[in-house]
């Protein structure tokens, strides 16, 4: 099994920066992928960025050129630096875990809100 926790998130002006990050715990020693998403209130849940396993980066069209994924040196945390943020990034932020395309961990998530 795999435990996974967000830190992190909060509250933040537009025009401002924010980090989450995000380690997993338990039996697993490497990982496939690993991502963040966002689900804001009444909408769906949506991809906002992921990283693989050799380093590379997918990000969505909405976070291209404000938002920076990147892994920590134990292979088991991630992060996601957010600059230049606007009120439509506000949501709830869920890091995501991939062992395989059979197996992946999900965070509780942590809230981002940015006001105007």
């Known amino acids: 099994q795999v435990q996974v926790a967000e830190s992190g998130g909060g509250l933040v002006q537009a025009g401002g920066s924010l980090s989450v990050s995000c380690v997993a715990s338990g039996t697993a020693t490497s990982f496939q992928e690993m991502g963040w998403y966002r689900q804001a209130r009444g909408n769906q849940r949506e991809l906002v960025a992921t990283?693989?396993?050799?380093?590379?980066?997918n990000y969505a069209d909405s976070v291209k050129g404000r938002f920076t994924i990147s892994r920590g040196n134990a292979k088991n945390t991630v992060s996601l630096q957010m600059n230049s943020l606007k009120p439509e990034d506000t949501a709830v932020y869920l890091c995501r875990f991939q062992i395989n395309i059979f197996r992946a961990y999900w965070g509780q998530g942590t809230q981002v809100t940015v006001s105007s």
């Open positions: 990283i693989k396993s050799d380093d590379s980066t």
